[in-house]
């Protein structure tokens, strides 16, 4: 008969192949479930979480690396001020991120095991762009010109970027449009006024070289970069330009339309010129020739406000005659006032000094004075003052 110790014994040998099964069941659960871990820990040390995103761009399941490239390829990277509102878009050759923003982003999201917390990484760059266009609403700028204030805001510029560290002006319709209409207000070549002429009676004389126009690009830079640098007002009198043998403006500033108080005047109908010093007339010759009046080829002197071009002496005058001939004429003293060649100078040719010698002999458009009056008109003749021709 078989002993209880026996069959304790038995039993337990029949229980240890068991008990061996299940040991190598749960340690090979162990090891897959290890291996899990292993993997799981492995993916989310090289990949970003479930719910992220950069720069608005969703980054899931991406490398550094890839998502690098996706938020360069795809987000928004720049903005521009457009019509007082900031707007966002992407331009290809502009990066928004780099490899080691992207990496820190990368840190602080990582976890070891997949989350599905949400992250939203926001550019700063970006940000302080916004603020910079935002900023930029605010400036105005005060455009000086002729003894008038003009405000420009920043409205007037239709589309504005900013980069490098300055402003960058893209569309300036309604600026220029307005600078324009200030120089149409202001400039004075072909402006027309009455003037008293010396023997007290009104004439109507419009400006021909004489005068001032707005340099109207250097106009608009000067006031591009004083809204870039936030300076509060531009000085216009430095952008202006005149015509004629000078490009330099004449009478900016100036009372009495722009001609101030020295000036020339000729009569074409009493032939007479008076010269005047600060509002004095210091010279007044009585027995000019001018132009011919009663001439084909257009021969008679030009009305209208000019100015002394400049002063030589001695001279030599060439042109042609009515007969198509050609002229070369020596003078002492030279004084144009157009490009055309009508100028003061002696004329020692000249026989008939007559009131009337300008109506059928008279010059090609010069003002003819005597050679014993043209030392004292060439004495007080500046370069630059006007000449107003009735």
Known sequence: MESRLDKDKAKKSQQKPI???ILVVILLILGIGGWKIHQTV???SQHFNQDVKIYGIKVGGLTVKQAEAKVNRQSKNTAVLLDGRVKFHHVAKLKAIDLTTTKRFFNQQHTSFPSKKQYRFASTDLHKLKQRLLAFKERSVTYKLNGHDYKLPASLIKEVAYANGHYQFLQTPALEKKLKEIASENDTFGKSYDFTTPTGSTVRVTNQSYGWGVWHSAALKA?????DEK????DGSKYLYGQGFSTAPHGYGKSNHGLGHTYIVVSISEQKAWFYRNGRNVLTISDIVTGTQD???GDATPKGVWYIMYKQSPSTLKGKNDDGSSYSSEVKYWMPFTLSGCGFHDASWRTDWSK???LKGGSHGCVNVK????????NVVETGEPVIIY
């Open 19 to 21: 008990i061996w099964i």
């Open 295 to 297: 001439s084909t080829t």
């Open 231 to 234: 300076q509060e007002t531009v």
């Open 371 to 378: 050679p014993s009056e043209i030392k004292s008109v060439w």
């Open 356 to 358: 009337t010698a300008y």
């Open 42 to 44: 492995t993916y989310t």
């Open 223 to 227: 006031v591009k970069k004083a809204f």
